[in-house]
């Protein structure tokens, strides 16, 4: 149990325009949702957490105009990066809280970004 | 300040055993997760401590000490599809993990 799911697994993209991951729990209902990025040999820093129903709590130093997250349902939450450029290229990486009481992160397999 | 301090790397022979140090700063504290992460892919859960003492899971046993800020995995038996990221993350106060950069372990034959 506690399947998490990304779509794309990868994206190619050119600058200036939008892209949107997808981020799905395939078993349970994820009422948390986190957004992570990774950089080559980095740690993974947290972009933001999202909650069903109401906005995305970024972290400092993430611009919310631009890494744009809608939680609308209990299964999908979604990662759209707006006008991306060369910088935006990461790994990133969607998790959430599997069962009820465990802070557990199940993840996502990740999608790979590159912006050309 | 919040700060998690591992080794970058290390290296092991397979068959071995190797133990993985941790050693954590966070305001609060919730437990503390071990997770695994191969190159380019996402992490996968390992264990989760938040008492002190040993918890054995297979190959892998992972410990804490609260009161030293200190938790260790240990792996035995070593395979080569061990080599990979090992990633201390406590969970703070706030019920957020912290991540550090992690170890990455690496398995020579």
């Known amino acids: 149990g506690a399947v998490v799911s990304q779509h794309p697994s990868w994206v190619i993209c050119k600058s200036g325009t939008s892209v949107k991951i997808e981020c799905r729990s395939l078993d349970f209902q994820a009422t948390t949702m986190f957004w992570y990025r990774q950089f080559p040999k980095q740690s993974l820093m947290l972009m933001a957490t999202s909650n069903e129903g109401s906005k995305a709590t970024y972290e400092q130093g993430v611009e919310k105009d631009k890494f744009l997250i809608n939680h609308a349902s209990l299964t999908l939450s979604t990662l759209t990066v707006t006008s991306a450029h060369p910088e935006d290229s990461s790994f990133y990486i969607c998790?959430?809280?599997?069962?009820?009481?465990?802070?557990?992160?199940?993840f996502g397999p990740g999608t790979r970004l590159t912006v050309t | 300040g919040q700060n998690i301090d591992q080794p970058t790397e290390m290296t092991a022979t397979e068959g071995a055993i190797v133990q993985i140090n941790c050693t954590y700063q966070t305001s609060g504290f919730n437990g503390l997760f071990w997770y695994q992460q191969h190159a380019g892919e996402a992490p996968t859960f390992l264990s989760y401590?938040?008492l002190d003492g040993l918890e054995e899971k297979g190959r892998f046993s992972s410990f804490l000490s609260r009161s030293k800020g200190y938790s260790y995995l240990l792996l035995k038996e070593l395979q080569m599809k061990d080599s990979a990221s090992y990633l201390c993350?406590?969970?703070?106060?706030?019920?957020?993990?912290?991540w550090g950069a992690g170890t990455k372990l690496i398995i020579k034959p």
């Open positions: 401590n938040v």
């Open positions: 998790s959430a809280y599997g069962l009820a009481e465990s802070y557990e992160q199940y």
């Open positions: 993350a406590p969970l703070g106060g706030n019920y957020q993990l912290i």
